[in-house]
């Protein structure tokens, strides 16, 4: 079975600051790893994964996330946050191979400031 | 851009009656879920459907808990007999040729029952 856990259940930051959302993550077998996000008022919607390769990905709006497997890891980060980055993150996993279903951490509310 | 849709975005039940949350997944997709969020607890699975049948549940998706897709369009959840417990934010979701995470997320229905 899988768990993720996001300690941070709410962040507030000023306009232009950076920011790391930490998520980190317990399985037995090897894992899919992702970010949803979810802006107010709309439905979940995928930031970013990791499935092989390059442990650093990207979204195309500036998050970057980083596969961190002796830390079983994967945080968020940006640079500069903007006000319109202003939402609910979660991190998900799932079973490489096995199972279909995400399994997710409580969510991060990330509030930028201006 | 196609997108999930749910109806009711909101309803409110009195326990003990019947509920039907409709889901609307994108139309060449072929995977649909049910995920669940209780109020300040994590986003849960409930089920996975595929070729007009449950691929797998989680243990919250009991005998009160059916899906269907009635038509070729349509997937429907229903709570045959609802407990207060049942309140929760109802995600549908839905993907395409083959799961790698990138669900595709309705804005939810909001359950409440009194």
């Known amino acids: 079975a899988q768990s993720v856990t996001q300690l941070d259940s709410q962040v507030p930051v000023f306009e232009e600051a950076p920011v790391e959302l930490r998520c980190n993550y317990s399985s037995s077998v090897s894992v899919y790893l992702f970010w949803y996000v979810q802006y107010p008022n709309q439905g979940l919607q995928l930031l970013l994964k990791y499935l092989s390769g390059s442990t650093l990905v990207e979204s195309i709006n500036g998050f970057e996330a980083e596969f961190n497997k002796s830390q079983t890891s994967f945080h968020l980060r940006k640079p500069s946050v903007h006000i319109s980055d202003t939402a609910e993150y979660f991190c998900?996993?799932?079973?490489?191979?096995?199972?279909?279903?995400?399994?997710f951490g409580k969510g991060t509310k990330l509030t930028v400031n201006p | 851009e196609p997108e999930v849709t749910q109806t009711p975005s909101h309803q409110v039940t009195q326990m003990g009656q019947e509920v039907i949350l409709r889901c609307v997944p994108i139309s060449n997709h072929l995977y649909f879920y049910w995920y669940r969020q209780i109020l300040g607890q994590k986003v849960e699975f409930l089920v996975s459907?595929?070729?007009?049948?449950?691929?797998?549940k989680s243990e919250i998706f009991d005998d009160q808990f059916s899906v269907e897709r009635p038509d070729g369009s349509n997937f429907t959840l229903k709570i045959r007999s609802t407990k207060l417990e049942d309140s929760a934010m109802y995600f549908c979701?839905?993907?395409?040729?083959?799961?790698?995470?990138?669900?595709?997320f309705g804005e939810g229905s909001r359950l409440t029952v009194l």
């Open positions: 998900a996993v799932s079973s490489q191979g096995g199972s279909e279903k995400l399994v």
């Open positions: 459907f595929y070729n007009n049948e449950i691929s797998e």
């Open positions: 979701a839905s993907t395409g040729t083959g799961f790698n995470g990138e669900l595709f």
